[in-house]
């Protein structure tokens, strides 16, 4: 597995911004955000292939950046325009298939890290 480590997550008023970042030990083709709300199944917020290509969830478009450092194996994501519905734990994620960089899913990804929080007040 490949350690990841993400920092970053914090509390935020409603129309803030958080910026997440992810180091991971080494290169790896797809890495991705997802996120978990209390009482909420885990969803996808977006992906990321080593060129740089992303995609994105609907729900975040316009206000979510991912990008990544390749020489520094550096993962951000950059939240701007903060909603109270974006109140999560949010995870780093990596994957070699390169099947996972063409969608959002979960099950594509092998490693996780441990989740760091954030939290949108109205």
């Known amino acids: 597995q490949v350690p990841l480590v993400e920092s970053g997550g914090g509390s935020v008023q409603s129309g803030g911004s958080l910026r997440l970042s992810c180091i991971e030990s080494?290169?790896?083709?797809?890495m991705g955000w997802f996120r978990q709300a209390p009482g909420k199944e885990r969803e996808g917020v977006a992906v990321i292939d080593n060129l740089g290509n992303a995609k994105y969830v609907d729900t975040v478009k316009g206000r979510f950046t991912v990008s990544r450092d390749n020489a520094k194996n550096t993962l951000t994501l950059q939240m701007n325009n903060l909603k109270p519905e974006d109140t999560a734990m949010y995870y780093c994620?990596?994957?070699?298939?390169?099947?996972?960089?063409?969608?959002?899913?979960?099950?594509?990804?092998?490693?996780w890290g441990q989740g760091t929080q954030v939290t949108v007040s109205s």
């Open positions: 080494w290169e790896t083709l797809c």
């Open positions: 994620a990596a994957s070699s298939y390169s099947r996972a960089c063409g969608r959002i899913r979960e099950d594509d990804f092998g490693a």
